[in-house]
């Protein structure tokens, strides 16, 4: 049968669509070029790679000790596994339920996970995407705990009702043998004792069940008998209950803080009693009560005392103090402080055998922001180094960038700088969570992910082949003054919190420039070094970018040379590192030039990394604090910074450190302005505070922007377009600038050769090219002015500018000129200066080789539609309607497979891409049915169809819009479960052997099998079959070559299981032949015996 091809069926209706329809057809007949256009609807498949950081929301955690595999489940229903560094895994229940507990099928690579909404999933784990074999819903019941014997395959379930139920694992049944609370508890209570908080078997007698109840009792149940052995009640409630491995002893956790060690034959009162944090009265009364001890482990080993360690406990009166968990050995008593609240812990134990010295060796931690690993075989217990990125939100993300392909050496170079910033005191030993195997990565690509902080700090992350590694940290604030104490606040007032949060970050590869918005209307470029220096003053300049017009020229009658700007007053270039005073105000006694941060007045020691070059903040204007920073640009080749909000635009020369460009926005139209805007003085309220921590559905475009991506709430505007909301007299004289772009190109329709220049777009849709008329190189560059004119060339477009790019004449993405990285704290040798400036393509000179014909095209997408503009002529070839009804949040011109696209991100969830410079429709799906605005502030493509975007406040989600990098992810992806031998079970020693002091075997299948209990109600639960067989295992693949493989793993298994077959029936001819020989040889031996001599 012919194979159903969606795409080919996709591109016939986009073809015909492009035939009647005005939004894909070419604004004007293209021109005859030779550009090719590889890309189609075949290259483009999108798919869910990898999730890094840390789990948001973590509930419940298990471990598997024998394959070194830990598991993490958290309440919004998703499983996080990890193995060795490297070996991370993702998986999502459909309900989106919380996950109350899990447990492992240990060396089976399967785990089971119970759910709030009361259903119970089995997860094939042999699988590099594990996928769900079977679920069992329950109906009547809540489940409230859940144990699973080592090496057994019935699972007992408590509930709220306090009834204890048995679940086949292989067939994910329930057994018709129930242990209910009245029978268990019998005449030990006059009341319901409770829901069911703990299940667990005796570690030397399978057939004998703890079961632990809420409020405090505990019945030992003899599962053969069908009875309460003994019966324990404590006064108080319990929390949760641990065995001695010789199942003589076990110890409660319960409510007032107390511990109870218990021997199993004398029921009537405690052995002992403990309050490890109770201050014990003078008078030898009960110790006063302390806070709830959640969680205990009771720990032998072989040459030495046991361990018992628990969490919480802790006296009332610590109030403040940090949550901890303490480590009881011997007489030593620690207590370990953490940084966040303590969801859950496992103590990591040398054996898997519950009969057994435990051996422990180390303590897994969970925190609700956090996992630590404690050595407990080294003195002062050290924690382990964690290999994993589970550190992404140490300071909340604010914003991020992506970068595939990026120069070879710069990985490298990162990670050099950033080895210099490990922390010490460290545990000398190997991470002890080893589990799986890395896959095989074929992209052999460098990619890098610099994360931007609310506290102002910088992350670079190695994300080459699918994996996530810290290569450095800088922290952008320790170029500001810090307040001393409280009171003494910075003049933060756009923003009540995280005056340094980033906003913006531009970064330049090749030449390894850095340039980070803040927050607070400031700008920092930086330049990276390999040495350390001292910054004796920081290099600042202040700005007054206005609103306001005061009758000046039209800025296209008149160049603006160096350091005469359209305002005067407003280019200020000192370069002092002290403030002007705080107290400086306008006439009328509003506050005036002053910048929200104060610059570091002492010498600054910055190491080997990013240094800062040169600090810019806008500065209050007339009692009106400076607009936050809505777009940035840097050029390392021209040696120029500009940046603009929604007052205008300001551009820096950061070699001279001068001001070069201050206008408003109104003013860069000059008389062509479309709206006729009149002049408007500025407002007088304030900006609201709060920046990047507040959502208000009514703000406009600019604050919609500025607001922070950790922000948790859902914004619904998303349904509608901003462009459409910008309908008042302030918020339309108000444009924002939205999009500016440094380039090498055409500027006017006359033009005959190109020449730098700034293309600026606007929040209306204005797209504007100011000429940038630059000193030759050398000791010039440094003393001669930049000249900054516009050129009158306005194009139009619907909604905000997002994005601008250009196209050679052979179709080819023209990157804008860089100036290559070289060491700035070295003195060079004249010629290779010479060498070097030599390579900047910066010369105002016609190039005698650029002439008319060599075309070039100018793609330009907004938040409604894309064009693409022929230069010089400015005529627009091609344009397409992106969305009538949403708006695009992100677009970025990428590479893909040698060529070039234009991908987008919108609003409603659809991620789509275009050829270029066609900009026909190569994908389009509806990849996130809600978007809120943490997505939409971080969602970003980069090259070799790579996406990502941070999925919730402390996790980033990557995702691949290629078809071979989709094909491929299955090789690539780490494999959790490999084949380990389980350890052998403990002797048991002659004496215990002869005496039967070992450990009992109990056969569970005779008890809780169909023939001895019958069957289970069937309203009490029911089975859904999964869909993680074999059908589940092989992912991604599509076309022929994937039907091929499913066909062959088909094959292949179906091979093995007959093989596996024949394997077993010879097993059994050879079981009963032996069982025939030695029962003629028993027949022989026997029969001429007579009665009494047997």
Request: glycine share 8%; net charge neutral.
């Amino acid at each position: 049968m012919k194979k159903f091809n969606i795409r080919k069926v996709l591109d016939g209706l986009t073809a015909a669509a492009a035939a009647s329809s005005s939004s894909s057809q070419p604004c004007q007949r293209p021109p005859d070029s030779d550009i090719v256009e590889t890309l189609c609807s075949e290259h483009f498949q999108l798919c869910k790679t990898v999730r890094h950081g840390f789990p948001y929301q973590p509930s419940a955690m298990a471990f598997d000790p024998v394959q070194k595999i830990l598991a993490i489940g958290t309440q919004s229903g998703s499983l996080r596994l990890f193995g060795r560094p490297g070996v991370e895994c993702y998986c999502q229940h459909d309900s989106a339920a919380g996950v109350i507990q899990l447990q492992f099928l240990i060396n089976e690579g399967a785990l089971v996970s119970a759910l709030a909404d009361d259903t119970l999933h089995l997860w094939n784990l042999r699988q590099k995407r594990p996928a769900i074999l079977h679920s069992l819903k329950f109906n009547k019941e809540r489940i409230t705990f859940c144990h699973l014997p080592f090496q057994s395959k019935w699972l007992y379930v408590g509930t709220e009702r306090g009834n204890v139920h048995i679940v086949n694992v292989e067939s994910f049944t329930l057994s018709g043998y129930v242990i209910m609370w009245n029978k268990a508890i019998e005449l030990s209570s006059k009341t319901h004792p409770g829901l069911i908080v703990h299940i667990s078997d005796n570690p030397m007698d399978e057939g004998k069940l703890l079961i632990g109840f809420e409020s405090g009792t505990l019945v030992l149940w003899d599962l053969k008998s069908k009875k309460g052995e003994y019966r324990y009640s404590y006064d108080e409630a319990i929390h949760s209950v641990a065995w001695h491995h010789e199942g003589k002893q076990f110890v409660c956790s319960h409510s007032d803080g107390s511990l109870t060690i218990w021997n199993v034959k004398s029921p009537i009162k405690p052995a002992q009693i403990i309050t490890p944090h109770g201050k014990l009265p003078k008078d030898g009364k009960k110790a006063e009560p302390c806070k709830p001890i959640l969680k205990v482990e009771y720990r032998t080993c072989k040459s030495g005392d046991p361990f018992i360690i628990f969490s919480g406990g802790l006296s009332y009166d610590t109030v403040g103090r940090r949550p901890c968990l303490t480590v009881m050995h011997g007489k030593t008593t620690a207590v370990l402080e953490m940084d966040y609240p303590i969801v859950d812990f496992l103590t990591l134990c040398e054996t898997p055998y519950p009969s057994d010295f435990q051996e422990p060796y180390a303590v897994v931690v969970l925190l609700e922001k956090d996992l630590v690993v404690v050595d407990l075989g080294q003195n002062g217990y050290p924690i382990f180094e964690n290999p994993y990125p589970l550190d992404i939100h140490e300071s909340p993300v604010t914003c991020c960038e992506y970068f595939a392909d990026c120069p070879v050496d710069l990985i490298p170079a990162l990670y050099s700088v950033g080895a210099k910033q490990k922390r010490q005191g460290y545990s000398k030993k190997e991470w002890p969570i080893n589990g799986g195997n890395w896959g095989l990565g074929t992209q052999s690509y460098p990619e890098i992910i610099i994360t931007g902080h609310a506290d102002g700090s910088l992350k670079f992350w190695d994300a080459s082949a699918i994996t996530l590694q810290v290569l450095y940290k800088m922290k952008t604030s320790k170029v500001f003054e810090k307040s001393r104490n409280k009171e003494e606040k910075p003049n933060t007032d756009i923003v009540d919190e995280d005056p340094y949060a980033i906003q913006i970050i531009t970064w330049c590869p090749e030449s390894r420039m850095l340039c980070v918005a803040g927050v607070s209307a400031h700008v920092i470029v930086y330049k990276f070094s390999r040495q350390e220096v001292t910054t004796e003053a920081i290099q600042m300049l202040e700005i007054r970018l206005l609103y306001e017009i005061n009758d000046l020229d039209s800025p296209e009658t008149d160049q603006i040379p160096l350091g005469a700007p359209c305002q005067g007053p407003n280019s200020q270039t000192a370069n002092s590192q002290s403030h002007p005073s705080t107290s400086s105000s306008s006439s009328d006694g509003l506050r005036d030039n002053v910048p929200c941060l104060k610059i570091r007045s002492t010498p600054l020691k910055q190491g080997a990394g990013y240094q800062a070059e040169v600090v810019i903040q806008l500065v209050w204007v007339n009692g009106e604090p400076p607009q936050q920073i809505s777009s940035l640009a840097v050029n390392s080749s021209y040696g120029l910074l500009v940046f603009g909000n929604c007052n205008g635009i300001a551009m820096v020369d950061y070699i001279q450190k001068t001001v070069l460009l201050n206008l408003g926005t109104i003013e860069l139209y000059g008389s062509n302005d479309p709206y006729q805007r009149q002049p408007k003085s500025p407002r007088k309220t304030r900006q609201t505070s709060g920046g990047l921590c507040d959502i208000n559905e009514g703000s406009t475009n600019l604050d919609d922007r500025c607001k922070s991506p950790t922000s948790d709430v859902k914004d619904n505007s998303f349904s509608r377009s901003r462009s459409s909301s910008v309908t008042s007299i302030d918020k339309e004289s108000r444009e924002a600038i939205t999009a500016l772009h440094f380039c090498e190109t055409y500027t006017r329709k006359a033009d005959t050769c190109t020449s730098p220049c700034l293309w600026v777009g606007t929040t209306l849709g204005t797209v504007l090219v100011i000429v940038l008329n630059l000193p030759p190189g050398g000791d010039q560059r440094l003393t001669q002015p930049v000249i900054v004119s516009p050129s009158g060339t306005i194009l139009r477009l619907k909604g905000a500018i997002l994005r601008i790019a250009f196209l050679d004449t052979t179709g080819s993405l023209i990157n804008p000129a860089h100036e290559p990285w070289r060491e700035p704290n070295v003195q060079e040798e004249k010629d290779d200066k010479d060498k070097c400036r030599k390579l900047r393509p910066v010369s105002v000179s016609p190039s005698s080789s650029q002439e008319i014909n060599e075309t070039q095209y100018a793609v330009i997408c907004s938040e409604k539609q894309a064009k693409v503009i022929s230069l010089p002529s400015q005529n627009c070839i091609y344009k397409h309607n992106i969305t009538e009804t949403s708006f695009v949040l992100r677009a970025d011109i990428v590479g893909l497979n040698g060529s070039i696209c234009l991908a987008c991100f919108c609003a409603n969830g659809h991620i789509m891409t275009f050829s270029l410079p066609s900009l026909r429709p190569l994908l389009d799906v509806n990849y996130l049915p809600l978007t809120d605005m943490r997505i939409a502030r971080t969602f970003c493509f980069t090259n070799n169809g790579q996406a990502l975007y941070l999925v919730s406040p402390t996790e980033i989600q990557r995702i691949t819009y290629s078809q071979s990098t989709c094909e491929n992810l299955q090789e690539m992806l780490g494999e959790l479960f490999t084949p380990v031998e389980t350890p052998e079970a403990p002797n048991r020693g002659f004496f215990k052997g002869l005496f039967g002091g070992g450990a009992q075997s109990l056969d569970r299948e005779e008890l809780f099998g169909e023939s001895a209990a019958g069957k289970a109600s069937r309203s009490l639960a029911q089975h859904i079959p999964g869909t993680g067989g074999i059908e589940g295992v092989k992912g991604a693949a599509s076309g022929v070559a994937g039907e091929l493989a499913r066909a062959r793993i088909a094959l292949d298994e179906r091979g093995q299981k007959l093989s596996e077959l024949e394997e077993r029936t010879a097993a059994m001819l050879y079981s009963a032949d032996t069982f025939s020989k030695h029962a003629h040889e028993m027949m022989l031996k026997c029969k001429d015996k007579k009665w009494y001599q047997f």
